[in-house]
């Protein structure tokens, strides 16, 4: 039998294991804290153990005189660095990076020394060692929605936006939501954590990091360390895990400060106790929704504030109260971000920031609000589905919401649901299913990249990108693979290494959707190149492309992804136990570059999603000012036993009009999930719970009846 | 962290002269706490001996029908033998309860009886804690204490003790086993763990420089038909927040014999004798289960924010004699 050749078929939109799966899952693909230097050094940071005061004295003689011991760095001795500039994201670090510039402490810990030693136990033995005295000062910890001093601040989005008359809204419904909603203090913890090596070579810095942009990081380096760009080199080739969390931070700068002091590669790793106060964390939020409707449904009124905490040296605000801002539409349409400040740590982006907290207010005001109306809840989105932004006026590029709802529906089987709560019963189980709306905005940043036509027929891609554990690597050979209509094994891509030139982080589900921008463009000018010329030399084709242009160029729209989550659950009100038996999201996500590793994101962030409803919560202990258990033993995550069935599944979502097609997938699997728990709750119980997560006590405090 | 020596017994009079050889040395089982303690800073011993390779590590049928359990043998291998399983199914539900599969492979039974709480004060060096440093205090009373003791806990202490392997040995009239230098001992479970009181850093009666070498399990056809249910945070891989071991005989509709023992409510797995009292002949239904739960937790004396934990046992003893009386009455 003879195949006729047919017309190359795509990569983009066929599943593909990572192509660096193998040296994962070997152990053969080395993360930052693994990579061998000769030399090595070991950096171990000493945490203040008060939440406010000043540091009085740090007594190293002792420690100095101890096996192994190099140094001790502190305020008192440390290289001074620069913070008073506009980072790579257009704001300026947050001041927590800057280790030992000062005797203040503005949290509990917070880095007050390091003690480097030939061996990492070494440096433990001493760092734990040191004494550290403290002018201790009363600390202001405890966060709550009616702190007074809490302000409005713009963040990545505006602190306030409002148009009509919020009172009178209300006052001319049939139906009003008056509630409010709280959710706790959460951790990205990655699975990696975060490791960094700095080396002085020559005249150049080497940093080798795990962080979510090599550029970003090299970048914030030069400027707070007053050094030519083009010295620093910062690489990071595989990262396990970084949902907003691996940044510039301290131990990238306490590792260039004692590699600078001591001539030799310095490494600093962070231990998962320290991670809670040195890697960020999402706030808490305290939320409070007012929805006025019409007795169908149809919104009147819309008001959502939300106040985050922030700490005393950046002001980082959780932007929950955004999300109505391209969701839902109302005559009188208020929003407020506030922010505290307190003597914590600052947070920082953690997966969908904004969205994740306030789809989970929202979304469940919009589940209570269905109630009252006595409509389906989709059916309460349909009527509520705006034409326009509803704050930008602008017009959307397409709108999957209500087809993501069609199509959810449709395989979870929301048709022959009976709307009535505290009905269904199964031994001691109440069972209940629920939905909410998922959104996240779509936004590219420019990039640069260099695509080389080799002389053997390959290719090669450099591109400063970031493989979190997202499979960037792998989408962006499929990318790369097509621009240049060749198969991906004939395509090798080089990521996270900021000699590459700039390009967007891994973050703000930008990531794919901007990298494949500028590898597509840099692929088209090789193309024309190779078209025109007269073959390869040794050397290679090399050309490059900047979509900064490009990225300006493109006429403002809203643009999203959207979603919509099910969620069926069971819950035994004797013990207060909630198990989600399953969890179904239809998702509008552009064009998927894998389908694989895209289910990967979708499932992941739904995962994350029954977490934070059930069981995420770092606590704090007022009376320190610390967390109480800070490990994995005391943050509870969502274990296997607690995820049993979940689906992700996407319609098709094509914009002709969009140069790339590609939208961000990373944050909108988490987006509604909580929600659509929450609502699956009410539904098995008939009671609310407003504040996450939804923990056996409170579900047996809540008067929810017995079996 | 500290340097700590490694020495490793092969037979019992050697782990104990290891371990007299010198100051400041520890036993080694499975090593999935002390070696975690040893992370956090909270245990710095400077020599350990390593006991997991003692000849301790089976599980034998006694002449009067009980079993004696080896101290060595791992949790997955005692959740797993077919008479643990036959004759007091609570034991192994409760082992298969605790940990994560990793972690069975490696802990042991006299581990599992020595481990420490958990309560986030005692693992953080930074904080006071009268059990890790006497006298200093005892942040939980006025701090985080969700899950803390509402049983026979002291202002001293009101943490809970994690096991739930000894919550089920406790509900059986567990003997512990032990080897000293001067020759064999043993102690029934129950007072193995000694009360709070005003020195919670002294969790047993074991004597210094004793060696676990096994559990008794006196015979005990009442626990052919037992249960063990635990509640947690998460649907696992996390401490209990309550739990009750129970074995129920009825017979004509009215108890006969009843063993229960309580987990997560005190600094000890919990003997629930009162109930038991209640319970034995009483009529086996949801009142008198009730009224047996409700004479248990006469004594609790809830934190500010842990009382929900009294309603917590309280409805898991009832639901767990409830499907021990529906399975008799099958």
Not at chain 1, 16 to 29: L, P, Y
Not at chain 1, 155 to 182: I, R
Not at chain 2, 169 to 193: C, I, K
Request: charged share 20%.
């Amino acid at each position: 039998m003879t195949t006729v050749p047919t017309a190359r078929e795509g990569s983009v939109g066929t599943a593909h294991t990572r192509v660096e799966g193998r040296e994962k899952v070997t152990g053969a693909a080395r993360y930052a804290g693994e990579v061998r230097f000769a030399d090595l050094a070991h950096g171990w940071f000493v945490l203040s153990t008060v939440a406010r005061g000043r540091v009085r004295s740090v007594e190293t003689a002792g420690v100095l005189a101890m096996p192994g011991v190099l140094t001790v760095l502190h305020h008192g001795n440390a290289p001074r660095v620069d913070t008073g500039y506009i980072g790579f994201l257009g704001v300026p670090p947050d001041p927590s990076c800057a280790v030992f510039q000062h005797d203040r402490v503005p949290h509990l810990g917070w880095p007050v020394a390091l003690v480097v030693a030939g061996t990492s136990e070494q440096a433990r033995e001493a760092a734990e060692a040191l004494v550290v005295r403290y002018e201790e000062e009363p600390h202001d910890t405890v966060f709550t929605g009616e702190r007074p001093d809490a302000y409005d601040v713009d963040g990545h989005v505006p602190a306030v936006t409002g148009k009509g008359d919020l009172e009178a809204g209300l006052t001319a419904s049939a139906v009003v939501v008056d509630a409010e909603y709280s959710t706790p203090e959460e951790h990205h913890h990655p699975m990696e954590p975060h490791a960094a090596t700095a080396r002085r070579d020559g005249g150049r810095l080497e940093v080798v990091d795990s962080n979510q942009g090599a550029a970003w990081v090299a970048g914030d380096l030069a400027r707070l360390f007053s050094l030519d760009p083009a010295s620093v080199r910062v690489r990071s080739e595989h990262v396990g895990g970084g949902f907003g969390s691996k940044g510039i931070r301290a131990h990238q700068v306490a590792a260039v400060m004692a590699s600078t002091v001591l001539g030799r590669p310095v490494r600093v790793v962070m231990t998962r106790r320290q991670m809670f106060s040195l890697a960020g964390h999402r706030s808490p939020t305290a939320q409070r929704i007012r929805l006025g409707a019409d007795a169908d449904g149809r919104l009147r009124a819309l008001e959502h504030r939300s106040v985050s905490a922030t700490s005393t040296v950046y002001e980082f605000v959780e932007p929950s109260a955004s999300v109505a801002r391209a969701m839902y539409d109302a005559a009188a349409h208020h929003t407020a971000n506030r922010v505290v400040r307190l003597d914590v740590p600052t947070p920082t982006w953690m997966r969908a920031p904004g969205e994740a907290p306030g789809s989970f207010a929202l979304e469940s005001a919009f589940d209570e609000l269905a109630e009252k109306c006595g409509v389906d809840p989709i059916e309460l989105r349909a009527r509520n589905e705006p034409e326009r932004g509803p704050v930008s006026g602008l017009p959307f590029s397409d709108r999957g919401l209500l087809a993501c709802f069609r199509e959810g529906a449709r395989r979870f089987g929301w048709a022959d649901r009976d709307p009535r709560p505290g009905l269904r019963r199964e031994g001691r189980w109440l069972l209940g299913t629920g939905t909410a709306a998922a959104s996240f905005p779509v936004m590219a940043r420019p990039s640069t990249a260099a695509v080389t036509a080799e002389a053997d027929g390959t290719f090669t891609v450099r591109i400063s990108a970031a493989d979190i554990g997202t499979g960037a690597r792998t989408a962006l050979t499929l990318v790369a693979a097509d621009a240049l209509e060749t198969g991906p094994d004939r395509v090798r891509v080089r990521i996270g290494d900021s000699d590459f030139g700039p390009a967007m982080i891994a973050g703000g589900s930008m990531g794919t959707r901007s990298w494949a921008w500028a590898i597509t463009a840099a692929a088209a000018g090789l193309r024309e190149r190779l078209a025109a010329g007269t073959g390869v030399p040794p050397q290679g084709i090399t050309v490059r492309s900047d979509t900064s242009a490009a990225v300006d160029a493109l006429p403002p729209k809203e643009r999203h992804s959207y979603g919509a989550q099910f969620a069926e659950v069971a819950v035994d009100t004797g013990t207060g136990e909630v198990r989600v038996r399953r969890m179904l999201g239809v998702f509008a996500p552009g064009r998927i570059v894998n389908p694989l590793t895209a289910r990967n994101q979708f499932v992941g962030g739904m995962v994350w999603g029954i977490s934070m409803a059930l069981h995420e919560e770092a606590v704090r202990d007022a009376a320190s000012g610390g967390h109480y258990g800070a490990d994995l033993a005391g943050y509870h995550v969502a274990t296997h036993a607690d995820v049993p069935d979940v689906e992700a599944h996407w319609i098709d979502d094509p914009d002709p009009d969009d140069p790339v097609g590609i939208k961000g997938i990373g944050e909108i699997g988490i987006v509604g999930a909580a929600a659509a728990v929450a609502n699956a709750v009410w539904h098995a119980t008939g009671v609310r719970h407003r504040d996450l997560p939804i923990r056996p006590d409170r579900v047996l405090l809540s008067g929810a009846p017995g079996v | 962290m500290k340097e700590f020596a490694y020495q490793r017994a092969f037979d019992v009079p050697g782990a104990l002269a290891l371990l007299d050889a010198g100051s400041d040395a520890r036993f080694l089982g499975g090593g999935t706490n002390l070696v975690d303690l040893m992370k956090a800073g909270v245990e710095r011993p400077a020599r350990l001996v390593d006991v997991r390779g003692l000849p301790l590590n089976r599980v034998e049928p006694t002449a009067d029908g009980g079993l004696r359990i080896g101290a060595t043998v791992t949790n997955s291998d005692l959740a797993a033998h077919p008479e643990v399983r036959r004759r007091y199914p609570a034991l192994a539900q409760a082992v298969l309860a605790g940990a994560s599969g990793q972690l069975r492979n490696m802990a042991t039974v006299g581990g599992n009886l020595l481990q420490r709480t958990r309560c986030g004060y005692f693992t953080d060096v930074t904080r006071p804690c009268n059990k890790r440093v006497p006298g200093s205090g005892c942040p939980a009373v006025e701090g985080e204490h969700r899950n803390h003791a509402i049983l026979g806990a002291s202002g001293h202490c009101v943490a809970v003790h994690p096991s739930d392997m000894a919550v089920a040995l406790t509900a059986f009239d567990a003997v512990v086993s032990y080897e000293t230098a001067d020759g064999p001992g043993e102690l029934p479970l129950t007072e193995f763990y000694v009360p709070v009181g005003d020195t919670p850093h002294r969790e047993t009666s074991l004597p210094r420089g004793a060696l676990i070498t096994g559990v008794i399990l006196p015979p005990a056809p009442v626990a052919a038909r037992s249960r063990y249910r635990k509640v947690r945070e998460r649907a696992s891989y996390a401490f209990a927040i309550g739990s009750v071991a129970a074995a129920l005989d009825v017979e004509g509709g009215v108890v006969r014999e009843a063993r229960l023992a309580l987990g997560a409510v005190a600094s000890r797995p919990w003997r629930a004798r009162a109930a038991e009292r209640a319970l034995t002949g009483a009529r086996a239904d949801g009142e008198a289960f009730a009224a047996a739960a409700d004479a248990e937790l006469a004594a609790a004396n809830p934190l500010p924010r842990n009382a929900y934990k009294v309603a917590l046992t309280r409805n898991l003893m009832v639901a767990v004699l409830t499907g021990l009386a529906e399975e008799a009455a099958r």
